[in-house]
C-alpha cells in the first residue's frame, strides 16, 4: 500500500522537494504543529518552516528530505482541514 502511495505521489511533487527519492507519504502521527506555521516531522526531529510547508494534493501527508546525512527538511505536504 505505501509502494502504491509512493509511486502515484511522485507525479505532483514539486522538483524542487524532491528528486525521485526524497518524498514519503507519512503518517498524521509521525507530525506535531508547531508555532508560526512550523511543523515537526518526530521520528527525525526535523523542523519545517512556514515556507515549506504546501496543501497535500492526497488524502495524506508527506514529507520531503534529503536522503544523506545530514538529514536537512525540504517540503512537507498536509491535509487541509484535517
Given at each position: ?24 507519504p ?45 538529514k ?11
Amino acid at each position: 500500500m505505501i509502494l502504491e502511495l509512493l509511486i502515484l505521489a511522485h507525479s505532483w511533487y514539486p522538483a524542487d522537494c524532491c528528486s525521485g527519492e526524497d518524498c514519503r507519504p507519512v503518517p498524521a502521527s509521525d507530525l506535531r504543529e508547531l508555532d508560526k506555521g512550523e511543523w515537526l516531522y518526530i521520528p527525525l526531529a526535523l523542523v519545517y518552516q512556514k515556507r515549506q510547508v504546501f496543501p497535500s494534493q492526497d488524502s495524506n501527508y508527506h514529507v520531503c528530505y534529503t536522503r544523506w546525512w545530514p538529514k536537512a527538511s525540504l517540503c512537507l505536504f498536509i491535509v487541509q482541514g484535517a
